[in-house]
């Protein structure tokens, strides 16, 4: 859960920037190339001003979640969304789950709220879903990014989600799936063409996690992309505009163990960072371990018990989630602070990566920090 320290910090953003003032936050803040932002938190780890509006929608055949900064107060009366994390498993398997052992996924989001037009333009980052994943696996990052001034897209790549491995289809190619989605990403039309004009496509992150970690790593290549983020899965490549890369590894993680994230960061370009999490494994990053329903029976236990077809092959994946382990919140807190820090410093030109340097105090279980800048 969030630190003392942090609460205070939220509940003061939050009576200063976004409370009482119906005026909405100071709104005039730099950002690279004439963009101009609101204001967020000094601490990465907190929300940013915006409401964050969400959209379900078809680019090139890839089923695509967008997260976006949305008009301020534009989601007053409106009511959060709730993914319904069965429309993810093979249609067979769907009806297995009754509603009320289903663990419904909350999003911190609105359906259909307008964009913030008034401000950016914005940068975007993309999430890559590791092996048995899907495009709101790591949802907290996705709506946290998103509600401090980015654009964020994740697909359902073909051949890497959930429903592919419970089939045993597990044959993907996430570079082909991005030769045909940055290109629609970076020039909005069609389904997101409310984005068109209001995405930089010259400040653009990349984050990934296991497999997806693996697809980005050359992902440098691309035009405008800035920052690389790794989440379980070794280092990066160089390339022209690359201007930083964050290494995220788990010291007991079960599946791609913690010394293969230290070589990637030795191999990897500078500048780099290293982010180390103690009494962490494989998912710490994403929402799987805190994603439960009532009883208090996560994923892997209701889908054993519900006999969904071929999960032991999912259980294979499921690590990190012991009860003796870091709390899910704990390690979202972490994975927002850095991740938010390293893609601001690069696609907002701000400061924000000063924040690392007080980042194995703010948070203990960091045990292993590394930096060549």
């Known amino acids: 859960m969030r630190t003392f320290g942090a609460l205070l910090g939220l509940m003061a953003f939050l009576q200063i920037g976004c409370g009482e003032d119906e005026s909405g936050p100071p709104c005039e803040d730099p950002g690279c190339s004439g963009a101009v932002l609101c204001e967020v938190p000094a601490d990465p780890a907190l929300p940013g001003p915006w409401a964050v509006g969400a959209r379900t929608v078809d680019i090139a055949g890839y089923t695509v979640e967008v997260w976006y900064p949305a008009g301020y107060g534009s989601q007053k009366g409106k009511n959060k969304i709730v993914y319904d994390i069965r429309r993810l498993l093979p249609v067979s398997e769907r009806t297995k789950i009754p509603a009320e052992d289903n663990p419904w996924q909350e999003c911190d989001c609105y359906g259909g709220l307008p964009l913030d037009d008034q401000h950016g333009p914005y940068p975007l980052v993309v999430f890559i879903h590791g092996t048995g994943g899907y ?189 003796d382990q870091i709390d899910p919140q704990l390690g979202w807190e972490i994975t927002n602070f850095a991740t938010s820090a390293a893609l601001e410093s690069a696609l907002h030109c701000n400061d924000a990566d000063s924040n690392f340097a007080d980042i194995q105090t703010r948070f203990p279980l960091v045990t292993d920090y590394r930096e060549g800048l």
Not at 160 to 171: I, K, T
Not at 286 to 296: A, E, F, I, R, Y
């Open 135 to 323: 495009r709101m696996q790591n949802l907290t990052q996705m709506t946290h990014w998103a509600s401090r001034g980015f654009v964020v897209a994740a697909a359902d790549h073909p051949g890497l989600c959930l429903s592919d491995m419970l089939v045993g289809n597990v044959v993907y190619d996430i570079e082909s799936d991005m030769d045909l989605l940055l290109p629609a990403l970076k020039s909005p039309a069609g389904e997101i063409a409310f984005l068109a004009g209001h995405v930089d496509p010259d400040r653009i992150g990349f984050a990934g996690h296991s497999a997806g970690g693996m697809s980005i790593r050359p992902f440098g290549k691309y035009a405008g992309v800035r920052v690389l983020i790794p989440m379980a899965y070794e280092g990066t490549e160089p390339g022209d505009d690359l201007e930083s890369s964050l290494i995220m590894g788990a010291i007991d993680d079960n599946i791609a163990e913690y010394s293969r994230q230290v070589a990637g960061y030795e191999s990897s370009p500078t500048p780099k960072r290293l982010v180390g999490i103690s009494n962490a494994g494989h998912l710490v990053y994403s929402d799987l371990c805190g994603l439960k329903n009532d009883s208090g029976q996560d994923l892997m236990e209701i889908a054993l018990e519900h006999e969904v077809a071929n999960a032991e092959l999912f259980e294979q994946l499921w690590d990190g989630c012991e009860p």
